[in-house]
């Protein structure tokens, strides 16, 4: 009835949720925070204390109050709920974090974020949220938990995602966690191109062009002198232009872009790339792309 706008379903579902037992009562919070007036939801989550209502009706609520297009912008969360650590809660609570940032809730969120007993999409969201409060807050503890985390963890199964968190947080050890078994593999057998490559690509999605340029190359001159330039696939050749562009070795580059034999159209979603903002101001990368 209150979905479809019933006038007096809310007043209604109001006296439930000071008066009714434990389930009417998770039952009203959570049609009152999906469909409610949006601008009371603060109000009526500061009123339930935790043993009135079940961690799994108010963590249904808070996600379906974070879905809401009509939520206000000034939106904040009862400072209560930051401290709950049921897991439906902490979902729930990192929904509305995720779309209302909240300055106190920085410890919280990386605790969330590093806790391998919650589920993974939960922690995913957490490590979202932990990014965003990085970039608007600065949220420094945040970062050394999740350096801490890596470090003391690194068999976590969401490890390679803290790691691709931390290093959008101008982390180091991000970074480290992600190049140094490709790096060791380098080191056991410098002559094993198939090696340089998978290093040079992740240094490529790590934005280290130079370092990525100096694998590629090394690891085709390595295919040139046994002969296996067949065996070099088009997403290498792809990397490794992207490598030679965004440090500026533009001939290599090119010759590295013709050889993965990709059409325009193929070429479209990587055209915006930074690493090929120089290069485009060439007549022969622009031809290549369907520019010219």
Do not use: I
């Amino acid at each position: 009835a209150l979905a479809r706008g019933g006038r007096l379903a809310e007043p209604a579902l109001d006296r439930f949720l000071r008066r009714g037992t434990a389930a009417e009562r998770g039952r009203a919070l959570r049609a009152l925070l999906a469909h409610g007036r949006a601008d009371r939801a603060a109000e009526r989550l500061a009123a339930v204390q935790p043993p009135e209502v079940s961690p799994a009706d108010l963590g249904a609520g808070l996600a379906a109050l974070a879905a809401r297009p009509d939520l206000p912008e000034n939106f904040v969360l009862p400072e209560d709920l930051l401290s709950r650590t049921e897991p439906e809660v902490v979902a729930g609570v990192l929904a509305l974090l995720r779309v209302r940032p909240d300055r106190r809730a920085e410890e919280r969120v990386a605790e969330a974020a590093a806790a391998t007993d919650l589920a993974a999409e939960a922690r995913r969201l957490a490590l979202a949220v932990a990014e965003d409060g990085w970039r608007r807050f600065r949220w420094r503890r945040a970062q050394r938990t999740l350096e801490r985390h890596l470090e003391d963890h690194p068999e976590d199964p969401l490890a390679e995602e803290v790691a691709w968190t931390l290093h959008r947080m101008d982390s180091r050890a991000g970074a480290r966690f992600l190049t140094e078994p490709l790096e060791e593999a380098v080191r056991a057998n410098g002559d094993d191109y198939r090696a340089r490559f998978r290093l040079g690509s992740r240094l490529v999605e790590l934005g280290d062009f130079d370092a990525a340029y100096r694998e590629f190359r090394t690891g085709l001159k390595l295919v040139e002198a046994f002969g296996r330039g067949s065996r070099v696939d088009r997403s290498t050749w792809l990397d490794a232009a992207r490598a030679a562009c965004g440090s500026r070795h533009y001939g290599e580059g090119l010759d590295w872009l013709r050889g993965a034999r990709m059409s325009p159209r193929q070429l479209e979603p990587y055209r915006d790339l930074p690493e090929f903002a120089g290069a485009l101001k060439k007549s022969s990368f622009r031809k290549l792309f369907g520019l010219e």
